[in-house]
């Protein structure tokens, strides 16, 4: 099912009225920073890839791209000096376009000045600022650098700091012309972690907003839906209302409708899909959900409950009110002590189902956890009814 796979589905307008933004032309105004929030498979990444970045490229900026989740392993904080010595590089003509690496070990930046790729991270006396400063000089063009996942760099003191770097970079920069010359782009699935970057006085781009990441809609479904139904024989073609809320369904993934649609498809049951969507289980077990579950009932009873609870009540969760605990205690018909639920959270920590802010705020590590909820709560309902 090629048509299935190789589809992508743009959004030139809003790659454009971001762009607008960014450079401080636009209704809202993002040139402190443009930071989007959304959940994680909703198609952020693909957003940037392939409609903000031709948009910034269309208008002569230099887009540098870094996904910090992308490699685990490495601090974040190298992540982001290695993409921009990349971005130098391909200015320079110095990066093998397959292999994506560097072709010579040193470039020359200016007269004093250069750049060693032999090594990994900045060369001595040189500072990320710097470097972005560099970057801009040379090309003679505004930069971009949009950091996906930019939540992650919170989770090092390197990290932490290349933020305060690029804070620094932006300010300085965007001081010598009328338009900026270092627009920023840091997307997030979690909005509470990305939010600490903004709303605390102590981090980097304190004052600046979130923006929610605009979920793919209807007119994506219709187009998908079109897309699709050229390939199938007339008997066998979806309707566009049952896509849109399979896609709902989904939490906006379109991925996972992906992988809905091949099945249904496949055994020649499109008409019947809206019916499917209703009836039968096998349409969920697509990878995505598949994980939740199994990593949710290999959970003790009293760690399922707090997970319940928590998705209930979001930010205002406190673990240990009378309240909470009376609720454990019902839900588990046993009493449950302070040292058991404070055991339990820290087991829920660990495994990276929670993250406690350092505000003592507790949210979900991945924001999807609790639309599997919901799915499975509304799931069960529609199977009740029948
Ligand atoms: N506009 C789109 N059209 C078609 N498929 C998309 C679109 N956006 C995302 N997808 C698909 O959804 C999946 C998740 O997208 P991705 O960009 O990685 O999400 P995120 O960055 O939010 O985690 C990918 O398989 C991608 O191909
Ligand atoms: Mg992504």
Known sequence: ?????????????????????????????????????????????????????PEAETRGWVPVYVDLWEDKQTDPALLIVEAIKKAIARYKGKLGKLANVVQIQKINLFSAVELDFSKPGLPENMTLVNLLSYL?????????????????????SAGLNAMFS????????????????????LTGSNRDKLAQLVFKKDQPFFGSDI???????????????????QALAAGNQFDKTSMWEAFQLTGHRPEVLRQMV??????????????????????????????????????????????????????GWSPFSEHSMQYYKAALKSSVSASAVQAAIQLLRDQGFIWQSSRGVYTLEDDSFAEWFKHESRFKKLREAQ
């Open 166 to 185: 690029i804070k620094s970079a932006r300010d300085q920069l965007n001081t010598r012309h009328k338009s900026p010359d270092l627009m920023l782009v």
């Open 262 to 315: 091949a099945r249904v498809a496949l055994s020649n049951a499109a008409e019947s899909f809206s019916k499917l969507l209703k009836q039968d289980a096998f349409l969920w077990h697509s990878k995505v959900w598949n994980e939740f579950e199994s990593d949710f009932h290999a959970l003790p009873p009293l760690h399922q409950t707090l997970l319940h609870l928590l998705i209930e009540q979001g930010r």
């Open 136 to 156: 801009r000089e040379l090309t003679e063009k505004p930069v971009l650098l949009l950091i996906d996942e930019a939540q992650h760099a919170l989770t090092t």
């Open 1 to 53: 099912m090629d048509t299935i796979n190789n589809f992508a589905f743009h959004r030139e307008h809003l790659a454009k009225a971001y762009c607008d933004s960014l450079a401080g032309l636009g209704i809202s105004n993002a040139t402190s920073g443009l930071f989007l929030a959304g959940p994680r498979r909703v198609g952020k990444s693909t957003f940037l890839m392939e409609d903000l970045i």
């Open 211 to 229: 923006t929610a990441f605009p979920l793919l809609g209807r007119d994506y479904t219709d187009f998908f839906t079109d897309q699709i139904n």
